[in-house]
C-alpha cells in the first residue's frame, strides 16, 4: 500500500515537472529573419554581419567583373558566399588573383552561366522599352541573376489581356526566350464595413500600420516625412489615391482608430507615391516600423534611408495584412506595368504580400531594433504560396519630389 502510495507522489512529480518543462522550454516565436534565414533569434546579429561582409566584397568585385565574361552576382549568406556568374574561367582566376580580392577567394563561388550582363543588359532594355509601349496588365520584368535569366512575372488572370499577349509575341518574335511565370492572383480580400471608434488617447501612427480609404479599401502607413515647412505627412503608394479621407486602421482591428488626413499629391508614374497631410493633431506619427507580433521587439527603428546594394541581400516589409516579413532581393533594377502606368528602376524582392499591404515599407534590418528605409511597395504579384513585390526606392522618392526629408531617428 504505501509502495503504491510513494510511486503516485513520483509520478505526480514528473507530472509537474514535465509540465514545468514544457512551459518553460517554450521557445518566443521566430523573428521574421529568423524564419527568412532558419536560424534562431539569437543567431541573427551574427548572420547580419556575415551580410554585412558579403555586401562588402560584393562591393569591390563588382567593378572588376566585365559585361562580356560575367553574368552577374548575387549574396548568400546562409552559405557565406557570393556566387557569380561566369562565361570565362581564365578571367575568373586573373579576378581572383587580384591584390583587393585575393584575400576573399573563400567567400568566391564562380559558377558556369551562358547569359553574360551585356547580352541581358540589352535584351533586358529592350523588352523594357516593349513594356513601356504595350502597358501590359500586372506584369513585372527583371534580371535574376542567380538564374542567369530575365524573368518576366505575370497573373493568370490577365494573361489573355490583348496587351499582354501582344507584349509576349513582341519578345518571343525578338527570339529572346526569357522565363514567363504566372502567379494565379487573388482578388483584393473582401472586408465588413468598419465604423469609427470613438476617439480618446493620442494616436501613434507607425510605418506598415494600416490605413482605411473612404470607398473601404486598405493601404499601408509607408513612413513620416516632413517638408520645407515642417509640415508632416504619411507616405504611401500613389495607387492608394482617392479623393476622400485616410483613416488609421490599427492591425487586427475591426474598427479604424483616428482621421489621418487627405492625400495632397499623388503619383503613378515614374513613381508610385503619395502623401497624406496630416490634418488631425490627435495622431502622431512615429520614425519605427510595427513589428507587433515579436515579443521583444515590437517596434524597429529607422535610423537612416541607406539601401541594400547586392542581390540576395534580405528585405523586408510591414504591412496591414501581412504583418512583417522578409524575403530577398531579386533585382535592383527590374519594371512593372499595370495597363495604365509603367514603372523602371524598381527593386524585386521575392516577398509575400497582398494588395492591402500597398504602400508599407520595405527596410533592412541592421540589428535587431534599427532598421534602414529602402523604399514602399508599389506591386504585388502573388498566389497562395508564393510572391513578389516591386519596390518604389527612397533614392527614386527624393529624386522625384522636392525637398522632402524622411523622419529616422539618427
Ligand atoms: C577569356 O579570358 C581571357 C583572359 O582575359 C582571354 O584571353 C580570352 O580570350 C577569353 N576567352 C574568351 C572565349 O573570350
Ligand atoms: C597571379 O599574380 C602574380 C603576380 O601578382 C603572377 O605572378 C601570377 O602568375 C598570377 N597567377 C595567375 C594564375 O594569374
Ligand atoms: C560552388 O557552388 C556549387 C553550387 O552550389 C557547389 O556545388 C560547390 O561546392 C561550390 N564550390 C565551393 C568552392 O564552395
Ligand atoms: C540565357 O541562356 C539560356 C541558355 O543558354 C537561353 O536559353 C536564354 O535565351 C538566355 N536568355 C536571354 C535573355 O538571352
Ligand atoms: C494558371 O492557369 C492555368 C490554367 O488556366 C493552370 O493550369 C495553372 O496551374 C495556373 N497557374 C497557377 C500558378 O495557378
Ligand atoms: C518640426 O516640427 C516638430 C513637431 O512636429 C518639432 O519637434 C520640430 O522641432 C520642428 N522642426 C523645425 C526645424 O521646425
Ligand atoms: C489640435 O487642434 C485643435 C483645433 O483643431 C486645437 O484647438 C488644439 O489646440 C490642437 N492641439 C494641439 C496639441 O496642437
Not at 214 to 229: A, H, I, M, P, Y
Not at 260 to 284: A, C, R, S, W, Y
Not at 343 to 353: T, Y
Request: aromatic share 10%; hydrophobic share 35%.
Amino acid at each position: 500500500m504505501k509502495g503504491t502510495y510513494i510511486s503516485i507522489n513520483v509520478l505526480m512529480f514528473i507530472f509537474a515537472l514535465s509540465n514545468y518543462l514544457t512551459v518553460h522550454s517554450q521557445k518566443e516565436p521566430k523573428e521574421p529573419l529568423a524564419k527568412l534565414w532558419n536560424i534562431e533569434n539569437d543567431e541573427i546579429p551574427k548572420y547580419l554581419s556575415i551580410e554585412k561582409k558579403l555586401t562588402m566584397v560584393d562591393g569591390i568585385l563588382k567593378p572588376l567583373l566585365d559585361d562580356d565574361n560575367f553574368g552577374g552576382t548575387y549574396i548568400d549568406v546562409i552559405h557565406n558566399m557570393i556566387f557569380v556568374s561566369t562565361l570565362n574561367f581564365t578571367k575568373a582566376e586573373q579576378i581572383k588573383n587580384r591584390t583587393e580580392i585575393r584575400q576573399y577567394t573563400n567567400l568566391l563561388n564562380f559558377t558556369r552561366a551562358h547569359n553574360s550582363t551585356t547580352r541581358l543588359n540589352s535584351r533586358f532594355q529592350d523588352i523594357n522599352n516593349l513594356a513601356k509601349s504595350y502597358m501590359p496588365e500586372s506584369c513585372m520584368g527583371y534580371i535574376n541573376s542567380k538564374i542567369n535569366n530575365i524573368i518576366i512575372a505575370s497573373c493568370n488572370e490577365t494573361r489573355k489581356e490583348t496587351s499582354n499577349i501582344a507584349f509576349i509575341k513582341a519578345i518571343n518574335d525578338r527570339k529572346y526566350y526569357p522565363i514567363f511565370t504566372y502567379y494565379s492572383c487573388l482578388e483584393p480580400l473582401n472586408n465588413e464595413i468598419p465604423r469609427l471608434k470613438s476617439r480618446d488617447t493620442v494616436n501613434r501612427i507607425l510605418a506598415g500600420d494600416g490605413l482605411l480609404l473612404e470607398d473601404n479599401l486598405f493601404c499601408s502607413v509607408g513612413f513620416w516625412t516632413r517638408d520645407k515647412q515642417n509640415i508632416s505627412y504619411i507616405a504611401t503608394a500613389g495607387h492608394c489615391y482617392e479623393h476622400g479621407s485616410y483613416y488609421l486602421y490599427p492591425w487586427n482591428s475591426k474598427t479604424p482608430a483616428a482621421l489621418i488626413g487627405k492625400m495632397k499629391v499623388h503619383f503613378l508614374e515614374p513613381i508610385d507615391f503619395g502623401l497624406i497631410k496630416i490634418k488631425n493633431n490627435d495622431t502622431q506619427p512615429v520614425p519605427s516600423v510595427r513589428n507587433s507580433d515579436s515579443e521583444r521587439y515590437k517596434e524597429l527603428i529607422i535610423k537612416d534611408i541607406i539601401s541594400v546594394s547586392s542581390n540576395g541581400a534580405h528585405l523586408c516589409s510591414s504591412g496591414l495584412i501581412s504583418h512583417v516579413k522578409c524575403g530577398y532581393v531579386i533585382t535592383l533594377n527590374g519594371f512593372s506595368s499595370s495597363g495604365n502606368s509603367f514603372r523602371d528602376n524598381i527593386f524585386v524582392a521575392n516577398i509575400h504580400n497582398i494588395p492591402g499591404d500597398s504602400g508599407g515599407p520595405i527596410f533592412s534590418y541592421k540589428s535587431l531594433t534599427q532598421v534602414s528605409l529602402n523604399g514602399i511597395v508599389s506591386v504585388s504579384l502573388f498566389d497562395d504560396m508564393n510572391g513578389i513585390i516591386g519596390v518604389t526606392t527612397i533614392s527614386s522618392i527624393l529624386n522625384a519630389i522636392e525637398n522632402l526629408e524622411v523622419v529616422t531617428v539618427p
